[in-house]
């Protein structure tokens, strides 16, 4: 039996609320582009903290709360990380991205 999601936080209140969706489920040869922009829009999020924890709860796909579905998975590894993470996040605008998943002394990578 396939775990029962709880309900969906207000997101009437989050910047992406009437962003085109597809942004935040990046396909294709410009995924990597798509992601960017929908880590600059997480970024200045004032849900953006609750709409990680979320997704975490939630095992939810595309980006939620400026992180990839890999990064929530490290996360979820490495909760402790989660505050730095979001941290940097917020600092770059979106632009520091991806969760180094090999390098446990790294989160992040340029």
Same mark, same amino acid.
């Given at each position: #039996?396939?775990?029962?999601?709880?309900?969906?936080?207000?997101?009437?209140?989050?910047?992406?609320?009437?962003?085109?969706?597809?942004?935040? #489920?990046?396909?294709?040869?410009?995924? #990597?582009?798509? %992601?960017?922009?929908?880590? %600059? !829009?997480?970024?200045?999020?004032?849900?953006?903290?609750?709409?990680?924890?979320?997704? !975490?709860?939630?095992?939810?796909?595309?980006?939620?709360?400026? %992180? /990839?579905?890999?990064?929530?998975?490290?996360?979820?590894?490495?909760?402790?990380?989660?505050?730095?993470?979001?941290?940097?996040?917020?600092?770059?605008?979106?632009?520091? /991205? $991806?969760?180094?998943? /090999?390098?446990?002394? %790294? !989160? $992040?990578?340029?």
């Amino acid at each position: #039996m396939a775990k029962e999601k709880e309900p969906l936080f207000d997101t009437e209140k989050a910047i992406c609320f009437g962003e085109d969706p597809d942004i935040f #489920m990046p396909e294709g040869k410009d995924w #990597m582009k798509i %992601t960017r922009q929908a880590k %600059t !829009i997480c970024s200045r999020c004032p849900l953006l903290e609750t709409c990680l924890n979320y997704a !975490i709860r939630n095992d939810e796909w595309g980006i939620w709360g400026g %992180t /990839t579905m890999k990064e929530r998975i490290y996360l979820r590894k490495h909760p402790s990380r989660k505050a730095e993470f979001l941290k940097a996040l917020v600092e770059s605008g979106g632009q520091k /991205t $991806l969760v180094q998943l /090999t390098d446990e002394n %790294t !989160i $992040l990578k340029d």
